[in-house]
């Protein structure tokens, strides 16, 4: 084998190396975890026949038919935060925007469309479940330097005040809600307002809502390294199944 060929192939083989690392790292680094919001895109353009036939089979399964009224009675009451819920903590780098997942989530929201100050709503994180699905990561968010995991294994969201709802809803339809409520990470309470939607859908109520945080709120410094500069803002973002 001639010399010429010996350097196209340690060239080749420098290519497929800085590739694979370039990959490595940009998994290691970037983002893994894309938000699924629980509020579907509102339909639109429906016709009056498909309107019709959704709402007759909605009908014959004893649910309530999409774009029906959706009564007091149906809505008021204890909610319980289902097992497919999901809260979402989002960190903005250099590069990109890194989601964090926690399924592990549990609380409840007593409504009550007539009387806005009589509702209560709280929620509980197990934070030894945040997720980025990188371990590394993963691992080195959960330690002494950031969240302390071991010493504060729980975060908790109580709220002191909804905004008051419409006394009318329709099926599969968002209605706006605000929540004013103190949020504990790390044993260090920060007062949060979630700007948030409700649909009630098929037995259901779906909130999804958001709030911004920084690192210095809880007693964190931001990260920062040689090779990515990260904002000093966190989203918080849930994204919440309700049963009766």
Known sequence: MNKKTWVWIATGVVIIGAVTAFAFLNKSLGN???????????????????TAAANANANTSGETASGAAVTAEQLN??????????????VT???ETVNFVNEKVQGTWN???EDAAAMTGEGTLEMSALDSENAQRDEHVKSDDYLAVTQFPQSTFTVKSFSELPAEWTEGTAVPVEMQGTLTVKGIEKDV????QAVYSGGQLLLSGTTTVTFEDFGMV??????????????????LTLTK
């Not at 009451?77 to 989002?90: E, L, M």
């Not at 307002?193 to 948030?196: G, I, K, P, V």
Request: net charge negative; aromatic share 6%.
């Open 32 to 50: 893994n975890v894309e938000i699924e919001s629980v509020i579907p895109a509102q339909e639109q353009g429906t016709n009056s026949a498909g």
């Open 77 to 90: 009451g204890a909610w319980s935060i289902a097992d497919t819920s999901k809260v979402y903590w989002s």
């Open 93 to 95: 780098t250099s590069k």
């Open 111 to 113: 409504v009550n469309l």
């Open 193 to 196: 307002t979630f700007q948030s």
């Open 222 to 239: 931001s990260p920062h390294s040689i090779v990515l500069d990260t904002e000093n803002n966190l989203e918080v973002r849930l994204e």
